[in-house]
C-alpha cells in the first residue's frame, strides 16, 4: 500500500518549509528563507498523512494526485481548523491528530499539527491558512528526484 504524505512547517526565524514524501521518501521539497537571525527551531508544523491501495508511487504522478485532490485535502484541512476553535492545551504535550478521509481510494488521512508557545487561536489560523496556500505550494514545490 502505497503512502503520502506532506509536510508544512514553521520555523522561530521566520522559514517556512514544506515537502511531500511517497512511501517514506521526499520526493518534492520547497522552503522560503524568514527574514530574522537563523534559528530552526520549529514554531509549529502540519503533518498529513494519506495511504491506500491505489496512491501513486512516483514522485511526478504523487503530485498531480496531490492536485487534482486539492479541493478535498484542503476541506480536511478546513474541518480540522473547525475543530480547533482556540487551540490545544498546552499542558498536553501531545500534538493534535484528526483522523480524516480523502476519497474511497484512500484508507485515511492524518492531520496532525504540534504548537507549543503560540497565543490562542493561532493554530488554527495556521490550519487555516494552509488550505489557502495548497495549490500554490505543490506548484512552487521542487523535485528531489533527479532523472
Same mark, same amino acid.
Given at each position: 500500500m502505497t503512502k503520502i504524505k506532506s509536510d508544512f512547517q514553521r520555523r522561530f526565524d521566520g522559514g517556512i518549509r514544506s515537502g511531500h514524501g511517497v512511501n517514506d521518501s521526499?520526493?518534492?521539497?520547497?522552503?522560503?528563507?524568514?527574514?530574522?537571525?537563523f534559528d530552526p527551531a520549529l514554531l509549529?508544523?502540519?503533518d498529513i498523512a494519506m495511504d491506500g491501495?491505489?496512491?501513486?508511487?512516483?514522485?511526478? +504522478?504523487? #503530485? %498531480?494526485w496531490l492536485v487534482r485532490?486539492?479541493?478535498?485535502?484542503?476541506?480536511?484541512?478546513r474541518k480540522a481548523?473547525?475543530?480547533?476553535?482556540?487551540?490545544?492545551?498546552a499542558d498536553d504535550l501531545r500534538p493534535f491528530e484528526a483522523k480524516r478521509s480523502v476519497n474511497a481510494d484512500?484508507?485515511?488521512v492524518n492531520v496532525v499539527s504540534g504548537i507549543r508557545g503560540q497565543s490562542e487561536g493561532e493554530l488554527t489560523e495556521n490550519l487555516k491558512? +494552509?488550505? #489557502? %496556500?495548497?495549490?500554490?505550494?505543490?506548484?512552487?514545490?521542487?523535485?528531489?528526484i533527479r532523472a
Open positions: 521526499s520526493v518534492l521539497h520547497h522552503f522560503e528563507s524568514g527574514a530574522e537571525d509549529w508544523y502540519i491501495p491505489s496512491l501513486p508511487d512516483e514522485s511526478g +504522478t504523487a #503530485r %498531480q485532490h486539492s479541493r478535498q485535502i484542503e476541506r480536511e484541512l481548523a473547525e475543530h480547533l476553535p482556540i487551540g490545544v492545551d484512500t484508507t485515511g491558512v +494552509t488550505p #489557502r %496556500q495548497w495549490q500554490s505550494n505543490l506548484n512552487a514545490m521542487e523535485s528531489l
